[in-house]
């Protein structure tokens, strides 16, 4: 490290939505911050299926050309083809999510005491002590940087994240842009023990085009291959294809001394969904004020970070995520029977009532109590109890506390 260091006060890895958001919230800040990014094009390359709930403009102030369509009816598919169709008041955006990337960044980068370095890439962490203060020096592929905090927004094989001991469990996802015709109000999800950790689905921009994907941890292409003859499409008539990663499991430790993960790196993504903006955007308000209140106490120790934004973000987003996870885990366990045997209980019953008044994507605590109350769900869940009782145990636990 011979180089010359530059100092800043932060230094942000990962420049998509996580980084941006994150560098927009501190950006009235007198805190000078250096945003890494390995790619040189924000939003580069696409990983998202780009549908998400309307709480987004709860959070952000969501531009109208950033929504391509809204939909009305979630298909859900079984195995064997039998179907239900859930509507709702949630009516999700389906978005430019590139142009959503670079909402923020668009914002910030002018600003003076923000610097965003693209195409370079994190190398190495570590701590040093200057003046009996602990400071961080970080080696990148093309600089030496000096600074009081980092910040892991760098996806799901965070290498941020890795200099610290957390790796996380990953799918590998792949979707194509297709035209075709197909209902432009509806959102389908195809269940499949083929590819039990996730589903496929059927996402319509508009105009005629759907986003066609998949993701699971094994034998994607195989997979992926089957769900397109099934679906009948024409592979060649694709417009374009992408393939990504997802985070998979519950979210993971936050805090360290100097550092905090956001977003994919956290693993603060719903298993059931693979979807993540809701969770990660929220989890940046925490962390913004986190570092904030760092810097005016001049303290960076790991009991202030987990204070103000591990802990805050365990009892709000982490609760959530587990009830997602242990959802995913359920169904992972499914037979195809059982999807057929479930599918027709929410038909024959006012399961659907109850999912479209308290039915939420992101938030599924209050419409979890209600199924379990319900007389037609609960000799199915007396079945499930018995085959696999320590992941209902864990359930009705953070159902309760």
């Not at 942000?12 to 950006?27: D, K, P």
Request: charged share 25%; aromatic share 10%.
């Amino acid at each position: 490290m011979d180089r010359n260091i530059e100092k800043f006060d932060i230094c942000i890895v990962g420049a998509s939505l996580a980084g941006n958001y994150l560098c927009y919230l501190l950006s009235n800040t007198n805190l000078k911050i250096a945003v890494i990014e390995e790619h040189k094009e924000i939003g580069l390359p696409l990983q998202c299926a780009g549908i998400v709930s309307q709480k987004l403009v709860k959070i952000i102030n969501l531009p109208k050309e950033i929504v391509l369509n809204r939909v009305k009816v979630a298909k859900i598919v079984a195995p064997k083809g039998k179907f239900i169709k859930l509507s709702g008041v949630e009516e999700p955006y389906i978005i430019d999510r590139i142009a959503l990337d670079r909402l923020f960044h668009e914002m910030v980068k002018n600003k003076k005491n923000i610097h965003y370095f693209l195409g370079e890439k994190f190398k190495t962490v570590e701590y040093i002590k200057e003046s009996g203060e602990k400071l961080l020096v970080i080696e990148t592929s093309k600089r030496v940087l000096k600074v009081k905090m980092l910040i892991g927004c760098d996806g799901p094989l965070s290498s941020v994240a890795k200099s610290f001991g957390i790796t996380n469990k990953i799918l590998y996802a792949i979707q194509i842009r297709i035209s075709g015709k197909f209902d432009e109000d509806e959102a389908a999800m195809y269940f499949n023990p083929r590819w039990k950790e996730l589903f496929g689905w059927i996402v319509p921009e508009g105009n005629g085009v759907v986003r066609v994907g998949m993701a699971c941890s094994q034998n994607l292409t195989k997979n992926f291959q089957y769900f397109i003859k099934q679906l009948e499409l024409d592979f060649e008539k694709k417009i374009e294809q992408q393939g990504g990663l997802i985070p998979y499991g519950m979210m993971n430790k936050l805090a360290f001394n100097n550092v905090l993960l956001l977003g994919d790196s956290a693993c603060q993504v719903k298993t059931t969904t693979g979807g993540g903006i809701i969770m990660l955007l929220t989890a940046a308000n925490y962390a913004a004020n986190c570092i904030q209140k760092c810097f005016i106490n001049g303290n960076f120790s790991r009991g202030i970070i987990k204070k103000y934004y591990e802990t805050p973000c365990i009892s709000t987003i982490g609760k959530e995520l587990k009830i997602h996870y242990l959802i995913r885990t359920f169904l992972e366990k499914f037979s195809n029977n059982d999807y057929e045997t479930i599918f027709q209980i929410i038909k024959t019953s006012k399961i659907n009532n109850l999912i479209t008044i308290y039915g939420d994507m992101d938030f599924p605590k209050a419409i979890i109590f209600k199924l379990l109350k319900n007389p037609l769900v609960f000799p199915f869940l007396i079945k499930f109890t018995l085959k696999y009782p320590n992941i209902f145990i864990k359930l009705l636990k953070i159902l309760i506390k």
